[in-house]
Every structure is written in structure tokens, then in C-alpha cells.
């Protein structure tokens, strides 16, 4: 297997503010957060945006098999170890230093038997193995906001070839990017058009969800109603989200759809 990055050389930083700390890669650009006094919740916008995924499969065990591609300050990590309490956690990160960073200031927590952390590049990862997850969350970006080989056809291909019947795949780009619209395009050829840009959140942080296989058809009353069970359960409150999403984007019939021949 090839390696595709060597370990990167900036700096892991941490600084803290107003109750928050965050995460750094040498730069003022924030790859992470945690709210000292709640260090379960998600503080970012768009990490509350990519668990929308959760809203878009009727199980409440869904997922059980997750891989992130890119740790950060570990906040997808612990929410979905809270409560997921059945799901086994895969991430691939590709600098040591940021697993030391995320378990000593951010509180990951070490439990082997449900959270593996696999230290290399993410694209070698995904190319190079068969095992296959119900939920790949893709948010690996450098310190100058770039993702190098996590935004390529084939590393999309390879997320696709890697997702089980009812898996999704979840990425973070960053809309304010001039090859934003690009990665767009790769991530729709990879996923034969199956894909659904959520709105941008006001950090620019835009969320693109793409299914590999059972598409996703849900009316907007649906959709509200698993937010205000998700907020129940968890404090997550997905709603905005959803509205958002309504006033952003052509919804026929109000549906929410995801492959399946949708447009």
C-alpha cells in the first residue's frame, strides 16, 4: 500500500476563550472545540450539521458501524460514543499528536473495545481495505484548509465501495472555497447523482450527504419529528438545520430525497 501524506509538520495548538476550548494546526483557522462545561455537545455549527445523518435512517441502533476520517478535537467521536451506546468507532487520523491532544484536552475517551483510532492517511485507509461501515464522516482538512487526497474521485469511490446497504456518507467542505463547486461534482460522479448539499452554516462550513446504496425519501414532518426525538434523547437540536434546509432548496412534494432517481 502506498502512502499518500507524510505526517504533517505544523504545529497542534490549543487555546481557550469565554468558557471554550479549541483546537489549532498552526494557524488561527479553528479545527475543533469543546465547551469546557459541557464537553459532550457539539459547539460547532457544522458538526451539529453533520449529524443530521442520524435523522435520515429510521433506526434508533443506526449507525452501528461509523468511520471517521479525521479526528480533530474528537467531537463527532464522543457524541455518537454518548449516544450510540451500540455503535463501534473507526477513525483514521493521519497526526499522532492530534489523538494525544483530543484524549488529554478534550476528553476522547479510551475505550478500545468501541473506539479504534488508525494513525495514517485517510485515502490509503479507505483504499485499501473491504470492511465496510454504515456512516463515513469526512472532515480532514490541513492547516491551510486544504484535504488533499480525502477530495478526489477515487478516494469518493472508495468511500462508496465501502458503505453498507443503508450506509451514508457525510463531508465537510467548505463552500467558500473556490473548489468547492468542484468537489461537489466529484462527490455526485462517485455517487451516480445520489447526493444532497445541506445549506452552508455561518462559518461557510457546507455538509454533503451522498447515499451508496438505499436511497432516502422522507417528508419534512418526518424529519421534524426525529429532530425533536433526537433533541429529547441527546440535547442535539437539529431543527434550525431543517429549516435551513427547507428555505434553501427546492423540496418537491416536501421530500427529502437521496437517490432513488431524485434530481
Request: proline residues 6%; contains cysteine; hydrophobic residues 40%.
Amino acid at each position: 500500500m502506498t502512502r499518500r501524506s507524510s505526517t504533517p509538520r505544523h504545529s497542534v495548538d490549543i487555546s481557550e476563550e469565554s468558557g471554550v476550548r479549541t483546537l489549532h494546526f498552526g494557524s488561527d483557522w479553528v479545527q475543533g472545540a469543546m465547551r469546557i462545561a459541557r464537553p459532550w455537545a457539539l459547539e460547532l455549527a457544522y458538526t451539529r450539521d453533520m449529524m443530521a445523518g442520524l435523522l435520515l435512517r429510521d433506526a434508533d441502533n443506526w449507525p452501528r458501524r461509523v468511520l471517521l476520517v479525521g479526528l480533530g478535537a474528537g467531537s463527532l467521536a464522543k457524541f455518537l460514543y454518548r449516544h450510540r451506546p451500540d455503535c463501534r468507532i473507526t477513525i483514521v487520523e493521519i497526526n499522532p499528536q492530534v489523538e494525544f491532544v483530543a484524549r488529554q484536552f478534550f476528553k476522547l475517551p479510551d475505550d478500545p473495545r468501541r473506539l479504534t483510532i488508525h494513525i495514517g492517511c485517510g485515502a490509503d485507509f479507505m483504499l485499501g481495505g473491504d470492511s465496510l461501515f454504515d456512516l463515513i464522516l469526512v472532515d480532514g482538512f490541513d492547516a491551510d484548509a486544504r484535504s488533499g487526497p480525502l477530495d478526489t474521485l477515487p478516494f469518493y469511490q472508495a468511500c462508496r465501495a465501502r458503505l453498507a446497504a443503508d450506509g451514508l456518507l457525510c463531508v465537510n467542505l467548505l463552500g467558500r472555497n473556490r473548489g468547492f463547486a468542484a468537489s461537489v461534482r466529484r462527490i455526485d460522479q462517485a455517487f451516480a447523482g445520489a447526493i444532497a448539499v445541506f445549506p452552508s452554516c455561518a462559518s461557510g462550513n457546507t455538509i454533503v450527504f451522498a447515499s451508496g446504496g438505499e436511497p432516502v425519501d422522507l417528508p419534512l414532518t418526518t424529519l421534524r419529528e426525529r429532530a425533536a426525538a433526537l433533541k429529547k434523547a441527546s440535547g442535539l437540536d437539529l431543527r434550525p438545520t431543517i429549516s435551513r434546509l427547507q428555505l434553501s432548496h427546492p423540496l418537491p412534494d416536501g421530500h427529502l430525497r437521496i437517490g432513488g432517481g431524485s434530481p
